[in-house]
């Protein structure tokens, strides 16, 4: 008995610090699908894009991290506004956090270069951002059968909102962006047992070829976090082979090293898979995960 009181503990204070590390995506998620913490790529490619993206498929043990997400994202008519929205949902052991948001951007865009129509670069473009939606915390302490301890007395169920705002100024291949996705944190909860900290990520990417003939495209970037006096910083670099074949890896500080692998299909489709491999001093396991997209009209063969 005592023993499971401890294990429990243990994955109690896990889904808080779950909770502080709400939206920290691993290096494929957000070089993928960069929507998913910056409102501003929403609408950045000429058709609409859906992502589905799971990570922590084959949990080490029960109760362990799994996070699922999906968004979508499309530009308006005449392409300089876009909207978009998308959920995201945690769980691990007995807490499950789920974001639901909806984003909208406007753009400013320059002059295209021209390029081969198989490159998917983005567009020249200064993107603003703004989200908004509400974050559901959950907490089935009563499931735990701890009886005596008025901290386990009863279930949390809270809702409160979100605010978000992003950045993103992309000129050929080279890209800076900032972005806040939850401005407010745990400000308007009604219950103070939250702790959900505030993330800021500033990401900068660059693209070149290693060949002559084009046809390889190399995919350095860099991602910082700063949450709650905590900086942190990926190191990635990615290559990909006339946009049907990805392979790249990164570095993230003090927790992990990330490998992925992706492969594009029947013009629409992209498939992604990427390993987590957590260092000594991380606090998560080793994860598997996966990303499917789907993007519209042309696909990917096109921008």
Known sequence: MVRKICLYTTLIFGAFLRLIAQQNPVFAEYNYNPFIINSAYAGLQSEAEANLSSIGLLGSFDGAPQTSSFTLNAPLYNEKMALGGGIIHDKIGVTTVANVFAA??????????????????????????????????????????????????????????????????????????????????????????????????????????????????????????????????????????????????????NASFNFFGGFYFWENFRFVYHYNSATRNAPINNTHGIILSYRFGNGFNLN
């Open 104 to 253: 909208y951007s406007y753009k400013i865009f320059f002059e295209e270069n021209r390029r081969p129509n198989w490159q998917i670069y983005d567009r020249n473009v200064i993107s603003f951002g703004i989200t908004a939606g509400v974050i559901s915390y959950q907490e089935d302490l009563l499931s735990l059968n701890i009886e005596g301890d008025q901290n386990f007395a009863e279930n949390i169920n809270i809702m409160i909102p979100s605010l978000g705002v992003g950045f993103l100024f992309n000129h050929g291949p080279f890209a800076v962006g900032l972005s806040v996705p939850n401005i407010l944190g745990d400000a308007l909860a009604s219950d103070k047992v939250l702790n959900i900290t505030t993330p800021v990520y500033g990401y900068m990417g660059y693209k070149f070829y290693l060949n002559r003939f084009k046809e390889m495209i190399f995919k350095p970037n860099f991602l910082t976090k700063f949450e709650n006096g905590i900086f942190q910083a990926d190191l990635n670099m990615g290559i990909s082979y006339l946009n049907k074949i990805d392979l790249g890896c990164g570095y993230r500080t």
